[in-house]
């Protein structure tokens, strides 16, 4: 199916990398077929028939199944047309002047306009002399319903609902797959993982953490598996994982020096690449100044990324060599 993505401008290259990332983990081949950087447009032509994947994704904004790329709106309006049933109440969404002229059109052709409760949202986007169709697919999501927060057990240091989907999607991982954070904290990544259908395997050294985690993870009626270990040990707790997605620690309250920080960020790592079988992913954020050693992995992407106040980290995209 070819799909239309508008990508968020929240980053300028994190949303592209986790709709190819989820692909890959989806086992589903892709073609781009039309990309406009500025505008944020992606087109791709996805070799699949299901349309399931899009809702894993954190950070599109829309999806729609592409119409097309035209010089003149009569051509686009008869093309929606043949894919909409006659006489559905849709909207057209597009700067002013040029949904004006679409409505009138579709209404010459039998369509109801309702820009309250469209059965089709049609947007439209002008990429110099030519315009984009594409017929909106609703992804229904509720990321801010989410938010640390709203959650039974709530700590300063979770992250965004949203930041901690996209992470897990950068791992390549499938329903089904077991997603292992071994710094879990309050549980954020671990129910995206669960809420995609992943197993959720955690650990975290402080007792807290692991009870709030296990009781934010019921909260949304999800199950895991969550010990109370230091991280550096995983090789020894855990077995039969698919990717490890984790936020490390950092910040004065964890370390004693910037020395150690660094120690342990390096043999996490090492205990990692025990763990993990050829080819499958880590995905760790970190903070931004920091350059791990590769220990066993090659590095599949870095992604800055601003958490909240003046914090920006990295995050390193990891495959087992
Ligand atoms: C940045 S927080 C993780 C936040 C988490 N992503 C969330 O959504 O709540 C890092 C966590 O690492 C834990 N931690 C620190 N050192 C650890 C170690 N050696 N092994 C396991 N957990 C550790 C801390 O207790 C803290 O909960």
């Not at 019921?218 to 936020?247: C, M, N, R, S, Y």
Request: with cysteine; aromatic share 8%; proline share 5%.
């Amino acid at each position: 199916m070819e799909i239309l993505f508008r990508l968020s401008g929240e980053h300028p290259s994190l949303p592209r990398a986790e709709i190819f990332a989820v692909m890959e983990g989806e086992g589903i081949e892709s073609k781009v077929l039309v990309e406009f950087d500025k505008d944020r447009i992606l087109v791709i032509d996805a070799k699949t028939n299901s349309e399931e994947f899009l809702h894993r994704l954190a950070l599109t904004k829309l999806a729609g199944e592409f119409v097309g790329m035209f010089h003149g709106l009569e051509e686009m309006a008869d093309l929606v047309a043949e894919k909409i049933p006659p006489n559905s109440k849709i909207a057209v969404r597009g700067s002013l002047p040029l949904e004006k002229e679409l409505g009138a059109m579709f209404t010459e052709k039998g369509f109801g306009i309702d820009l309250e409760k469209p059965e089709f949202s049609i947007p439209l986007f002008k990429t110099g002399k030519q315009y984009l169709a594409a017929i909106v697919i609703p992804l229904g999501r509720d990321f801010e319903k989410r938010k640390p927060q709203f959650r039974p057990y709530f700590h300063p240091t979770s992250m965004h609902p949203r930041i901690a989907r996209a992470l897990v999607n950068l791992a390549r991982v499938k329903k089904g797959d077991t997603v292992l954070d071994p710094f879990c904290g309050t549980g954020g990544i671990l129910i995206e993982a669960g809420l995609m259908g992943m197993k959720a395997s955690g650990s975290d050294i402080d007792e807290d953490m692991v009870e709030g985690s296990m009781k934010n993870l019921k909260h949304f009626g999800l199950e895991g598996e969550i010990k109370q270990t230091d991280a550096l040990k995983l090789a020894e707790e855990f077995t039969g994982i698919d990717a490890i997605v984790t936020d490390m620690p950092y910040g004065r309250s964890s370390f004693t020096s910037e020395k150690d920080t660094k120690k342990l960020y390096n043999q996490f790592i090492s205990a990692a690449a025990r763990l993990l079988e050829k080819d499958k992913y880590l995905v760790v954020v970190m903070p931004d100044k920091f350059t791990p050693e590769s220990g066993g992995f090659s590095v599949a992407g870095e992604f800055s990324i601003y958490v909240h106040k003046s914090l920006t980290r990295k995050v390193w995209v990891m495959r087992r060599a």
